[in-house]
Nanobody, 118 residues
Framework: QVQLVESGGGLVQAGGSLRLSCAAS????????MAWFRQAPGKEREFVAS????????TYDDFVKGRFTISRDNTKNTMYLQMNSLKPEDTAVYYC???????????WGQGTQVTVSS
């Protein structure tokens, strides 16, 4: 079983930055594919970015490309999401997720709130 704990959310003005962290435990972190999702009020959860075992393989949704950067530190069992040039529409609960290569996203954190004011 994998336990995921997000941190780093908060309130920021438009144009500002935040860095989210996701600490993992319970399984060899380096074997997991990791991702960030988000869910705004009244909307479905959506994919933000993912990272495979090394930072050479990352994927971003179009609305965050060039503004967000996903990374991981396998020595600290932690994944990060650096969010720059934040917009009010980035306001959401951000979730950390993990999976193995042959499964769906089956491990989730509790979420951290990000609020961007205009």
């Amino acid at each position: 079983q994998v336990q995921l704990v997000e941190s780093g959310g908060g309130l920021v003005q438009a144009g500002g930055s935040l860095r989210l962290s996701c600490a993992a435990s319970g399984r060899t972190f380096s074997s997991l594919i990791m991702a960030w999702f988000r869910q705004a009020p009244g909307k479905e959860r959506e994919f933000v970015a993912s990272i495979w075992w090394t930072e050479r393989s990352t994927t971003y949704d179009d609305f965050v490309k060039g503004r967000f950067t996903i990374s991981r530190d396998n020595t600290k069992n932690t994944m990060y999401l650096q969010m720059n040039s934040l917009k009010p529409e980035d306001t959401a609960v951000y979730y950390c997720a993990a999976r193995s290569i042959d499964t769906a996203w089956n491990h989730w954190g509790q979420g951290t709130q990000v609020t961007v004011s205009s």
